[in-house]
């Protein structure tokens, strides 16, 4: 089967760094992505994955283990805003014509930043 | 702004209506995709459109039938559905293969909230 696992929720404090872990097991491996998602709004694509090591890009940064099938995202400098739901989603192997795009997702982390 | 657009973003429906949703798309991509969002479940892939080729179902339920006329729209006809099937209903879009550029996001909607009575 294919499993994504992910904290539910984490509370944080303001101008703290935080830490989402995300484990996976799938058929697969092309790929795994992070997205954020306020409620009521779509998600939308924080980082991209698919070597060994860390991504920063501001604030945030993801790293990836493929040999541990594991990923986290830090955010750093929290504000108020960063609260909202973190998704982990895993993009594996295709089963038809090559590599497709579909993606399987973990139940999301949501994390409140607190005063 | 996502490129990603959905109408309604509230429905209400009875178990015997018949409710369509749509989704748009501005961002010339070639695949688009019906997510269905439950409360702590993860996000569950109803259905994926290739080049407006119908390429996966994952065994949803006959009461719920997609549709794709062109690649920048995408629709989901709704018929007597189920109180279980109250959720938030995520449209996205990406082009159809990373092989040729790997980071390939997939771009999604505001969704739309539906609530069977």
């Known amino acids: 089967g294919q499993n994504i696992d992910q904290p539910t929720e984490m509370t944080a404090t303001e101008g703290a760094i935080v830490q989402i872990n995300c484990t996976y097991q799938?058929?697969?491996?092309?790929?795994l992505f992070w997205y954020q998602q306020h409620a009521g709004e779509a998600p939308t694509f924080l980082s991209y994955?698919?070597?060994?090591g860390l991504e920063e890009k501001g604030r945030f940064s993801s790293f990836l283990s493929r040999s541990k099938g594991y990923s986290y995202l830090l955010l750093k400098e929290l504000q108020m805003k960063d609260s909202a739901s973190y998704l982990c989603?895993?993009?594996?192997?295709?089963?038809?014509?090559?590599?497709?795009?579909?993606?399987?997702f973990g139940t999301g982390t949501l994390l409140a930043v607190q005063p | 702004e996502t490129g990603v657009t959905q109408t309604p973003r509230h429905l209400v429906m009875g178990m015997t209506n018949k409710k369509s949703l749509k989704c748009e798309q501005h961002?010339?991509?070639?695949?688009m995709y019906w997510y269905k969002q439950s409360a702590k479940k993860p996000l569950e892939l109803m259905f994926v459109?290739?080049?407006?080729?119908?390429?996966e179902n994952n065994s949803v339920p006959s009461r719920f039938s997609p549709e794709c006329p062109n690649s920048s729209h995408l629709f989901l006809h709704l018929h007597t559905l189920q109180p279980e099937d109250s959720a938030l209903y995520l449209c996205?879009?990406?082009?159809?293969?990373?092989?040729?550029?790997?980071?390939?996001?997939?771009?999604f909607g505001p969704g739309t909230r539906l609530t069977v009575l």
């Open positions: 996205a879009s990406s082009r159809k293969s990373p092989n040729r550029v790997p980071r390939n996001e997939q771009f």
């Open positions: 799938t058929s697969g491996f092309n790929g």
């Open positions: 994955n698919v070597l060994d």
């Open positions: 989603a895993v993009r594996p192997h295709g089963n038809y014509g090559g590599a497709t795009n579909k993606l399987i």
């Open positions: 961002l010339g991509h070639n695949a």
């Open positions: 459109y290739s080049l407006e080729e119908r390429v």
